[in-house]
């Protein structure tokens, strides 16, 4: 990802990085041409996200600033997913399969939501239609 000035049509380079200051992290990427510049201000979550992902802000690598993330995304550590705090919680078969119709990605969420919602409810067996239930009240 690059920024690109719209007066020049030239890419932009970081001028600046500050912060974390209360979780924040501030970058300026300015024009080499005319030295427009512009300020990207992330939020403590998405420094959070930024970090866990092992980016260093500002790049400067020849694979620029978001091969890390690639990188990182293209291998999952073993268990990355595994889906923990369900001691006792029963899925039957059909729930199961309801729940490999979910994309890859989206399963572990999925459990651990529909899960919560059987445990808060003191349930310990989660079927269809419970997850109909949860999907009902704007879950999955």
């Not at 300015?30 to 201000?41: D, F, T």
Request: aromatic share 4%; proline share 7%.
């Amino acid at each position: 990802m690059k920024f690109l000035c719209v007066g020049c049509d030239e890419p932009m380079g970081v001028r600046s990085v500050e912060g974390p200051d209360l979780g924040s992290v501030s970058v300026t990427f300015g024009c080499p041409v005319c030295g427009h510049q512009v300020s990207l201000l992330t939020n403590p979550a998405e420094t959070q996200l930024v970090r866990s992902l092992g980016v260093k802000i500002g790049g400067g690598s020849p694979g620029g600033p978001l091969e890390t993330v690639r990188t990182a995304l293209g291998e999952q550590r073993e268990g990355a997913l595994d889906v923990k705090d369900e001691a006792g919680l029963v899925w039957t078969a059909a729930a199961e399969g309801r729940l490999q119709r979910l994309p890859p990605i989206a399963r572990p969420m999925a459990r651990m939501a529909i899960a919560r919602y059987a445990r808060e409810r003191g349930l310990t067996t989660v079927t269809p239609e419970l997850m109909d239930e949860y999907r009902s009240r704007g879950g999955f």
